[in-house]
């Protein structure tokens, strides 16, 4: 058996600010020496809460999608990773 659920739709974070947020990604890993996708996953396992889900009685911990973040989560988010390169002597400007 199956359940679909219809809600509202919640506007995310701007895609300036995702494609921000990717950059920074993208720039940390080559300064430390990471796949860009490694370095999203690693980060995101530092500053995001995880979320349990049950799954068939088992509690699972995820992280969180930063896709599905709205804009201030989003925003938050890109602050405590730009912290995070600061921290390792990795200056990224905001135009």
Known sequence: MYEISIKKHVKGGSTESKNFYRLCVRIIANELGYDPEEMHQALKKMYLSPKIVNINGRDVE?????????QEEVSAYTERVLQFAAEQGIEIGRN
């Open 62 to 70: 995820i992280t969180p999608s930063t896709t599905e973040m709205n």
